[in-house]
């Protein structure tokens, strides 16, 4: 399968900074990438959708201005989650989605917020 | 309407056996139906996927089979191993000419495999 490398895989910070997770799609362009979070022993819960240089599409709930995501490139999607606090603390996980249609995710990304 | 039923939510099978997972949808919009496996503290890595025109796919020990009418789809695992153990998560895709693209996850199975 194709390979999509998420960075950094662990991120500890403290409550009131902002926090930056690289998404990036190796051996194949993403034309879409999806952002997905999951809590301990649930299912993955997507948060938003974007498509490569337009702005995202956010799930009901989903704050747009606390979670930031950008796709400047067919290769690169980036989460921000600004001011972050305690209750943001979760596994992120990105994925993309090739011309095959297959989504193909990355390792995930555990944040703690101190 | 865009749920996706996954069960059992935890299943125990002995090493050699078989394991067996199921799903079921309602919207028939969806087109395309994978299945992922994800280890503690990983990301889900897809397994196996199958579309609707087809009611079996087999890829080595998993088999995936398809039935459109019941709208249900279902893993097996042959020759269950301690490596198998794992969450299994089934998804299906809403077709993109609905004009939406996503893919809807179901509530993931804990599979154990005794050795």
């Known amino acids: 399968g194709a390979v999509v490398s998420q960075h950094p895989s662990r991120v500890i910070c403290k409550s009131g900074t902002s926090v930056k997770i690289e998404c990036r799609s190796l051996?194949?362009?993403?034309?879409?990438m999806f952002w997905y979070r999951q809590f301990p022993k649930k299912s993955l819960m997507l948060m938003a959708t974007?498509?490569?240089?337009?702005?995202?599409?956010?799930e009901q709930g989903v704050e747009k201005d606390k979670f930031l995501i950008n796709h400047a490139s067919l290769t690169l999607s980036t989460l921000t989650v600004t001011s972050a606090h305690p209750e943001d603390s979760s596994f992120y996980i990105c994925?993309?989605?090739?011309?095959?249609?297959?989504?193909?995710f990355g390792e995930g990304s555990r944040l703690t917020v101190l | 309407q865009q749920q996706v039923k996954q069960s059992p939510q935890s299943l125990i099978v002995q090493k050699g056996g078989i394991s067996i997972i199921n799903c079921a949808y309602e919207?028939?919009?969806?087109?395309?139906f994978p299945w992922y496996q994800q280890f503690p503290g990983k990301g889900p890595a897809l397994l196996i996927a199958?579309?609707?025109?087809?009611s079996e796919k087999k890829e080595g020990r998993f088999t995936i089979s398809f039935n459109k009418s019941a709208k249900q789809f279902s893993l097996h695992i042959m020759d269950s191993q301690p490596g198998d153990s794992a969450t299994y998560f089934c998804?299906?895709?809403?077709?993109?000419?609905?004009?939406?693209?996503?893919?809807?996850f179901g509530t993931g199975t804990r599979l154990k495999v005794l050795a």
């Open positions: 998804a299906a895709r809403s077709d993109p000419t609905s004009g939406t693209y996503k893919y809807i």
């Open positions: 199958i579309r609707p025109d087809v």
């Open positions: 919207n028939t919009a969806f087109d395309y």
């Open positions: 051996d194949f362009q993403a034309t879409t």
């Open positions: 974007s498509n490569e240089g337009s702005k995202a599409t956010y």
């Open positions: 994925g993309g989605r090739g011309h095959t249609g297959e989504l193909f």
